[in-house]
């Protein structure tokens, strides 16, 4: 695999977006939008509280805030931006779990940590690395393998957005964390690539989708973050 960054917008790439944001003034608005965002989220990190059986609220509050902050780190450098993102990513990868009963919970909380991670790599200190890093291998990846709890693993056979949702926060955990369990990554990467499949069929011939336009939205952004892969990466 190429270094880090390596998920989405890889090492360098920041270097054409701001050629576009200074030269287009859509692509300004949506930059300057993500940064007034970045600053006025709350000073505090996420905390564990369930919403009945789910995490998914903090999961997906999480999966925001450390894509803006970290997307704001690279292309501003001010160290604001990456202090307050490692806050969020040590937060979260603290949890005592992130809920895999519900499995939409892990999957974005996994792809939250994971772009947070990959993203400020060379940034963060070893013992920050090691506690996000297990943190995505324990509570994220190995759980997608759990055979207690069976019913955790649904998704991989479905032709809903679970499918999607959940293939992409175990890929992206995969990739981001690949020096450290190469072999468990390798796995996950090719269980997600041939399980993804099934739920892109269900968009022919015309690319409808069965759950209508609204899971439609959330099935197809995580199935196209998945598929945002580059040549250097597989």
Request: include cysteine.
């Given at each position: 695999?190429?270094?880090h960054q390596?998920?989405?917008?890889?090492?360098?790439?920041?270097?054409?977006?701001?050629?576009?944001?200074?030269?287009?003034?859509?692509?300004?608005?949506?930059?300057?939008?993500?940064?007034?965002q970045c600053?006025?989220?709350?000073?505090?990190?996420?905390?564990?509280?369930?919403?009945?059986?789910?995490?998914l609220?903090?999961?997906?509050?999480?999966?925001?805030?450390?894509?803006?902050?970290?997307?704001?780190?690279?292309?501003?450098?001010?160290?604001?931006y990456?202090?307050r993102?490692?806050?969020?990513?040590?937060?979260?990868?603290?949890?005592?779990?992130?809920?895999?009963?519900?499995?939409?919970?892990?999957a974005?909380?996994?792809?939250?940590?994971?772009?947070g991670?990959?993203?400020?790599?060379?940034?963060?200190?070893p013992a920050?690395?090691?506690?996000?890093s297990?943190?995505?291998?324990?509570?994220?990846?190995?759980?997608?393998?759990?055979?207690?709890?069976?019913?955790?693993?649904?998704?991989?056979?479905v032709?809903?957005n679970?499918?999607?949702?959940?293939?992409t926060?175990m890929l992206?955990?995969?990739l981001?964390?690949?020096?450290?369990?190469?072999?468990?990554?390798?796995?996950?990467?090719?269980?997600?690539?041939?399980?993804?499949d099934?739920?892109?069929?269900?968009?022919?011939?015309d690319?409808?989708?069965?759950?209508?336009?609204?899971?439609?939205?959330?099935?197809t952004?995580?199935?196209?973050?998945?598929?945002?892969?580059?040549?250097?990466?597989?």
């Amino acid at each position: 695999l190429p270094p880090h960054q390596r998920i989405l917008l890889l090492k360098g790439e920041e270097e054409q977006l701001k050629k576009n944001i200074a030269n287009d003034p859509a692509w300004r608005q949506v930059h300057e939008n993500i940064l007034r965002q970045c600053d006025n989220i709350s000073p505090l990190p996420a905390e564990r509280i369930m919403t009945g059986i789910r995490l998914l609220f903090v999961s997906r509050m999480c999966l925001g805030r450390i894509f803006y902050l970290s997307y704001a780190w690279r292309m501003t450098h001010e160290k604001k931006y990456f202090d307050r993102a490692e806050k969020e990513l040590l937060a979260f990868s603290n949890f005592s779990d992130w809920n895999p009963s519900h499995y939409l919970d892990v999957a974005e909380g996994t792809a939250a940590v994971a772009i947070g991670y990959d993203w400020l790599y060379d940034s963060l200190s070893p013992a920050s690395r090691t506690i996000i890093s297990n943190a995505i291998r324990t509570k994220g990846l190995a759980t997608s393998y759990d055979t207690a709890y069976p019913s955790y693993r649904k998704w991989l056979s479905v032709t809903n957005n679970w499918n999607q949702v959940c293939n992409t926060g175990m890929l992206f955990g995969a990739l981001a964390t690949y020096e450290d369990d190469a072999a468990l990554s390798l796995k996950v990467i090719n269980r997600s690539i041939a399980s993804i499949d099934i739920p892109m069929k269900d968009y022919g011939p015309d690319g409808a989708f069965a759950e209508g336009y609204t899971y439609w939205g959330y099935g197809t952004t995580f199935n196209v973050m998945f598929l945002k892969k580059n040549k250097k990466v597989f």
